[in-house]
């Protein structure tokens, strides 16, 4: 070893393993992105018998990564097209597209910015500028007042917008055809999500819905089986309290499930799944209090209860590093949250060995989860109204809504494409999300959705687990002061 | 009426010559740029907000005259109103007497004459410039029940863990104990308060047999008043105005409850800025947070008139 090395031993025996374990994974037939492996340019270097026999070590324990990890392969490539409209406008004309989310884990920019293109490509004269993180509600509520207003705005639930006539109906232009978005193709709560009193103001660009991830090495630990997760929250909580560990302080160190963590429990989740309809359209009133919604606040009070108070759930919630993913970093055994979680798992977290199950309900409850994703709408007084249309025909079509729910683990609003797509089913942790999808439901289409649920619905459900009301209370009283701003802003 | 105003005009035509009046002229147009903004941006708003504050508006329909019903709903109906107001208040009683004690004890250590003063100085002063935003997520992980620095501090000391931003009697210490690390740029005001006391007393104070405590307590602290009456003032209107903190802790470290946890657990950390923040931002009741802001600003009126009338019992000016 008297010469410049070159190559370590280390590094030679891991581009060997690794350039072998691409072969075998490539043999395993998978539909993995090219791998680049590290071409072997090392300097010729004489493999004794005991660096061949480290190889094969090094190989194997990757192969056993690769193979024993979750399987979640990258999406095959795709490409998107766009139509030309025909004919072009003449001088070119430019659409300003805003969107309200910025940068969270499931909203992809560079994939819309690729749909985007597309349309600029086949329409030279109808410029789509794309702007990521421009939708904030006041931005948009000014821009609207003052006559300016972008042509499309991707949102999150439009309830603000189009109960302040925020938003230009749909209305007319479903009325004249043309399109794929009928009730008959659409998932029955995606089109439930668009309508409000009988009017269609935005349509959902890729949804997602809520479903349970299971730790299956804390679940073999304790003793349930992964491969059986739970089937109804009687099941959930007997196996959150198995796999549930405690420390020696008496502080939760491993969390079997919180029904409030990431997205469960936001926008009424329980309630829902108890079977609550929370808003009584017809006769414009909040329905919080009503019996089924009692009983899932009541469950969420015995069950913490049961591990141990409220505050003590809290309180793990406090020990868990920020930017760190509770469930990634096996703290948590069971975990409600979206497919996005897949990829965050993939990217992140991929030793952790997980399986994922459909969304826990109560036993005979509304199976499913609430829906998610974004709204494209057209604002009141677009200057281009139905050039915007025709773009949103685009966008939200069939053929976008399946490039950008493949690529970014969504799910497109239509049933039909979603059962077509082979990847989908190639990937086994999007299975229980997307039967699960038919039976998913809108959040509630309260008109002051946020104020309801802020200043009523959550203060109340945090009474009632601090003790400080019974759940029937609490949920009369959140009624009632959501009401009260109901009925002060319809009077209008 | 008319009368008055004809002297005044008289007046001013009598007592301004004419090159007054051509500097007068010209100093209007170096200072228009900042009379142009504050028209605009300060006075403007002001004024619509006051407007705004009784009618019922939502940016998109008109405002509809509502006359006093919002300043009726906040004080009557409301049921977060109250907690906003304690919130706040409670930070005030707390945040503002203790910034006080420790900024001014921390001048009278860093006016001593020890090596490496200067350093001292500047290590007290950096937290100041951080941004509130930075210092707020430090802060989150520093409070950690499992990991925090303040609680491994607290257990090396045998003492129990404290769950400072999931428990709702802990919230408000924390954010108290947060404020207390920025307290630099009043260290700054007191250091230059100490220099401005005359040496001349303390060597009175001296031949006269006076200890350390007995100068601090007659000479120096008197002679502090006036910037302890400043920093009071201005502790108080920030106090009354406390936002990013709790919002950044409320959001990050706060309860698990989804919208709810941006006001912390159990809306501890809904601070009456928070409040008309969600109130305009959130619910786009825009009458209703103007209401709010006017009647923040008449409580931060009143309060600071009452130090100000106070302060004639207890600020001394020395004389000088």
């Known amino acids: 070893m008297s010469s410049k090395p070159v190559v370590t031993r280390r590094t030679l025996l891991r581009t060997i393993a690794f350039s072998a374990a691409s072969g075998v994974l490539a043999a395993c037939g998978q539909a993995a992105a090219p791998i680049n492996a590290p071409a072997a340019t090392a300097a010729p270097v004489e493999v004794t018998k005991e660096v061949t026999k480290e190889v094969a070590v090094e190989v194997t324990k ?67 500028s794309y702007l990521p993180n421009a939708g904030a509600k006041e931005k948009v509520l000014t821009a609207v007042a003052s006559g300016n207003p972008p042509d499309l705005l991707l949102t999150d639930p439009p309830a603000d917008y189009v109960f302040r006539g925020a938003l230009e109906s749909l209305q007319p232009f479903l009325e004249k055809g043309g399109h794929p978005f009928t009730m008959d193709a659409i998932y029955p709560g995606v089109w439930k999500a668009m309508e409000y009193e009988g009017q269609v103001y935005g349509v959902h660009k890729v949804v997602n819905n809520g479903g349970l991830y299971i730790n299956a090495d804390l679940f073999q630990q304790a003793g349930p089986d992964p491969e059986k997760p739970p089937t109804n929250l009687t099941e959930l909580e007997e196996y959150a309290l198995k796999v549930q560990q405690t420390g020696s302080d008496g502080s939760i160190e491993i969390l079997g499930f919180s029904p409030w963590m990431n997205i469960a429990g936001i926008w009424g989740t329980w309630a829902e799944a108890f079977g ?91 199976p499913g989860s609430w829906l998610g994703g974004g709204w494209m709408v057209i604002p009141k007084g677009a200057k281009h109204r139905d050039l915007a249309w025709e773009f949103l025909k685009f966008y939200c079509g069939k053929e976008a809504q399946d490039y950008e729910g493949t690529q970014g683990i969504g799910f497109s609003i239509f049933p039909a494409e979603n059962d077509k797509n082979a990847w989908f089913k190639s990937v086994k942790p999007l299975q229980p999300f997307i039967e699960d999808l038919p039976n998913s439901w809108p959040i509630p289409l309260i008109p002051t959705v946020s104020h309801a649920f802020f200043t009523a619905f959550n203060p109340m459900v945090d009474e009632a687990l601090r003790g400080k009301r019974t759940p029937d209370d ?19 | ?166 428990d709702p009697d802990w919230t408000k210490p924390a954010l108290i104990i947060m404020s207390l690390w920025s307290v630099g740029g009043s260290v700054v005001i007191y250091l230059a308060g100490l220099q401005d006391i005359p040496q001349s007393l303390y060597e009175a104070a001296m031949i006269d047999g006076a200890n350390i405590w007995q100068q601090i307590t007659k000479i120096t602290i008197p002679l502090l008043t006036p910037q302890i009456f400043f920093q009071l003032v201005l502790g108080l209107i920030g106090a009354f105005q406390v936002f990013v903190q709790a919002f950044i802790l409320g959001s990050i470290g706060g309860g698990a409850l989804g919208m709810g946890s941006e006001a912390g657990p159990a809306n501890s950390l809904l601070f009456y800025s928070l409040y008309l923040y969600f109130n305009a931002f959130r619910f786009f009741r825009m009458g209703y947070a103007s209401a709010m802001a006017w009647m923040l600003f008449l409580i931060t009126l009143v309060s600071t008139l009452v130090v100000l009338r106070s302060s004639r019992r207890w600020v001394h000016y020395g004389g000088l």
């Open chain 2, 1 to 166: 009426m008319a009368a008055t105003t004809s002297m005044i005009s008289a007046r001013g035509k009598r007592g301004l010559s004419r090159a007054q009046r051509h500097k007068l002229t010209w100093g209007l147009i170096f200072i228009s740029p900042w009379l142009v903004g504050f028209v605009l941006l300060t006075l403007y708003p002001m004024v619509a907000s006051l407007y705004y504050s009784f009618t019922d508006y939502d940016v998109l329909r008109p405002p509809e005259w509502v006359g006093l019903e919002n300043y009726a709903t906040f004080l009557t109906q409301d049921n977060l109103a109250l907690t906003a107001i304690y919130n706040t208040l409670f930070y005030a009683a707390f945040a503002v007497p203790l910034g006080i004690l420790v900024s001014v004890a921390l001048a009278l250590l860093l006016n001593a004459r020890v090596k490496g003063l200067a350093v001292f100085r500047g290590v007290f002063f950096v937290p100041s410039i951080v941004p509130v935003v930075a210092a707020s997520v430090l802060w989150v992980w520093l409070f950690s029940t499992r990991s925090g620095l303040i609680n491994l501090g607290l257990q090396a000391l045998g003492l129990p863990k404290v769950a400072w931003l999931s």
């Open chain 1, 276 to 366: 609550a309809q929370m808003w009584d359209a017809q006769n414009r009133k909040v329905t919080f209090d009503e019996a089924a919604s009692v009983k899932a606040l009541q469950w969420q009070v015995d069950y913490a209860q049961k591990l141990g108070g409220y505050e003590k759930i809290l309180q793990f919630n406090d020990t868990l590093q920020g930017g760190v993913d509770p469930f990634g970093s096996g703290r948590v055994a069971m975990y409600y949250t979206g497919p996005w979680q897949i990829g965050i798992m993939q990217d992140t977290y991929p030793d952790i060995n997980y399986r994922t199950a459909r969304a826990p309900v109560p036993e005979g409850g509304r």
């Open chain 1, 62 to 128: 990757m192969v056993e990564v690769v193979v024993t990890a979750t399987p979640a392969p990258k999406p095959p490539a795709m490409e998107v097209k766009a139509p030309t409209i025909d004919p072009q406008p003449d001088p070119a004309v430019d659409l300003a597209f805003w969107d309200w989310y910025g940068r969270l884990v499931w909203n992809k920019q560079d994939l819309k910015q690729v749909q985007v293109d597309a349309w600029n490509t086949a329409n030279p004269n109808i410029r789509v």
């Open chain 1, 474 to 492: 609490a949920m009369k009283e959140a009624s009632r002061l959501a009401q009260v701003e109901v009925d002060r802003f319809l009077k209008k």
